[in-house]
């Protein structure tokens, strides 16, 4: 069965860097990415990567800050998060789907899910 584990997260000041990881087992995927779910807001794509690695996405207000990067041969997802922001502040999941329609949009399909993981970017 589908398993995807996250580790990393935590508390961070501004300007600050954290990784995320995420382990998938039990499939193979088109596509891998991440999310995230403010305190009251929507979750929302943060950024995702085709597992050819030829196609990627980042949402506007992450690009030139997180990095999306996979491993293959481990099943393994990061996300490199640089020059945090308190607006980066929510509860981050990663997300796998099996088809790769949809993945890449601003409102991407996932079949799979991590548990979550806190992210606080304090002032």
């Known amino acids: 069965q589908v398993q995807l584990v996250q580790s990393g997260g935590g508390s961070v000041q501004a300007g600050g860097s954290l990784r995320l990881s995420c382990a998938a087992s039990g499939g193979t995927f088109s596509a891998m990415g991440w999310f995230r779910q403010a305190p009251g807001k929507e979750r929302e794509i943060v950024a995702a990567r085709s597992r050819s690695g030829i196609s990627t996405y980042y949402a506007d207000s992450v690009k030139g800050r997180f990095t999306i990067s996979t491993d293959n041969a481990k099943n393994t997802v990061y996300l490199q998060m640089d020059s945090l922001k308190p607006e980066d502040t929510a509860v981050y999941y990663c997300?796998?789907?099996?088809?790769?329609?949809?993945?890449?949009?601003?409102?991407?399909?996932?079949?799979?899910w991590g548990q979550g993981t806190q992210v606080t970017v304090s002032s």
């Open positions: 997300a796998a789907t099996t088809s790769f329609a949809g993945a890449m949009t601003p409102t991407g399909r996932y079949n799979y």
